[in-house]
């Protein structure tokens, strides 16, 4: 059973930053996009930022330039590293992996507050 752990989220102030991570266990044989998405209170689940198989990446426009999508394919793992937040930055992030069937995450709350 494939599960996806995602881990780094917190409280940080405006202009501060946060690194997600995310790590899938169980029988994966081939990853072909693992991304971050997020749910704010209130509206709908968005997408932030995806990776590729073949190292493109995909990023939301309200992110672009503060946030940056890796991945470690050895590892399973893909990070989300988020600079310059803002308090509409705020929501639970969601860790995203499809590969011969769509995974998700159980979330990690990042709350941008002073």
């Known amino acids: 059973q494939v599960q996806l752990v995602e881990s780094g989220g917190g409280l940080v102030q405006p202009g501060g930053s946060l690194r997600l991570s995310c790590a899938a266990s169980?029988?994966?044989?081939?990853?072909?996009?693992m991304g971050w998405y997020r749910q704010a209170a209130g509206k709908q689940r968005e997408l932030v930022a995806i990776t590729t198989s073949g190292g493109s990446t995909n990023y939301a426009d309200s992110v672009k330039g503060r946030f940056t999508i890796s991945r470690d394919n050895a590892k399973k793992t893909v990070y989300l590293q988020m600079n310059s937040l803002k308090p509409e930055d705020t929501a639970v992030y969601y860790c995203r992996l499809i590969s011969d069937r769509d995974y998700w995450g159980k979330g990690t709350l990042v709350t941008v507050s002073s």
């Open positions: 169980g029988d994966i044989f081939t990853i072909y996009t």
